[in-house]
């Protein structure tokens, strides 16, 4: 009987979900690449540490230091700015300089893989801090890009540690083992990050940004603004589509992406996404009362998910839909501006 090693088998899982997602898309997008590297990351330490194949090994070390540079370009083409090759390029460094380490200093490429790894995990964990905006995220998915992500920069922060494992086992002398252990908790960070990257909240597509930042307005116009961007959302319904992004919106208004952000949560006390699931939830309100089920309201009123439906509804309406449509509640007030 054949018998495959787990890194073998998650690579070609890997390999399962990015053709799977491919048919879906119908497109090439940023985050499949990551999902080859992770595939490939499997692949090699399939190779080098079950199969004995040592002429690879020394792909091992470059490829562990270009997945974590990977997910940062598409973490940023996927929340925060459309992928350009000129923002890409600085990120081929950590694969260059460990390829050099390689050659010439050998010793320090462990300590490098860590660096690289904690490094770019920290990075994301950064990046969606509570006050970072993502501008291409889509607003009806609520929080759930922000999770998988979160998840991802985690698994690469904790997987940094096992390098350090290794640096202290190399100073006993018993690396064997651990090798083994470690490239086995890395094949299945790869696994979890190609399932992550390919939840369907996450790949919303990204909008072309053709206008420069620009310093913000006054505080006195942040009342026009908001004004505008109420009759903006009110008389276009732009709250029902399920693909809305931050960055449409400021397009839309002609303003920077942090000055709309900023002007909503200095006037409302929310973020952008909640905002505009206040319009998104008083049009399901009317819907409820015309006597739609629920199933088809949660669509019809810009929503993509019935949790993140059934969440906003019970923060704004202080009950289920079912429930407030039985006790017949007021209707949610209108936005502050």
């Not at 399939?46 to 020394?58: E, I, K, T």
């Not at 950064?126 to 009806?140: E, G, I, Q």
């Not at 490239?183 to 790869?190: K, R, T």
């Amino acid at each position: 009987m054949i018998a495959l090693p787990l890194p073998l088998i998650f690579c070609l899982i890997i390999l399962f979900l990015l053709i799977h997602n491919l048919r879906e898309l119908g497109h090439w997008r940023v985050f499949h690449t990551l999902l080859v590297l992770c595939a490939f990351q499997s692949l090699i330490v399939a190779l080098v540490h079950y199969y004995g194949v040592r002429a690879v090994f020394p792909v091992l070390p470059v490829s562990a230091c270009a997945l974590p540079a990977m997910a940062w370009i598409a973490f940023r083409a996927t929340l925060i700015a459309p992928f350009t090759i000129k923002t890409a390029l600085p990120h081929a460094l950590p694969a260059c300089f460990s390829l050099f380490c390689l050659l010439f200093a050998s010793q320090t490429l462990d300590f490098v893989i860590f660096l690289t790894t904690f490094g770019y995990g920290s990075a994301i964990l950064w990046s969606l801090r509570p006050s970072a905006d993502l501008p291409l995220a889509r607003l009806a998915a609520g929080p759930v890009p922000r999770r998988v992500w979160q998840g991802i920069g985690t698994i690469f922060v904790i997987a940094s540690f096992g390098d350090l494992l290794i640096l202290f086992a190399l100073q006993r002398g018993e690396i064997g083992w651990l090798y083994i252990v470690v490239n086995v908790i890395w094949s299945l960070s790869m696994l979890v990050i190609a399932g992550l990257a390919l939840i369907r909240e996450d790949v919303a597509e990204p909008e072309p940004q053709d206008r420069p930042e620009e310093p913000e307005i006054d505080p006195a116009n942040d009342a026009a603004l908001m004004q505008r961007l109420e009759t903006l959302l009110s008389q276009e319904q732009l709250f029902l589509e399920p693909d809305l992004t931050l960055s449409r919106l400021a397009k839309r208004l002609h303003v920077p992406i942090k000055q709309l952000s900023a002007t909503i949560n200095r006037h409302t006390g929310e973020n952008v996404s909640r905002y505009v699931n206040g319009f998104r939830i008083r049009h399901a309100c009317d819907l409820l009362r015309a006597g739609q089920p629920v199933t088809e309201v949660l669509f019809a009123s810009g929503f993509n998910t019935k949790s993140n439906f059934n969440r906003e509804f019970l923060r704004l309406m202080g009950a289920s839909p079912k429930t407030w449509l039985a006790n017949l509640q007021p209707d949610l007030p209108r936005q502050k501006i």
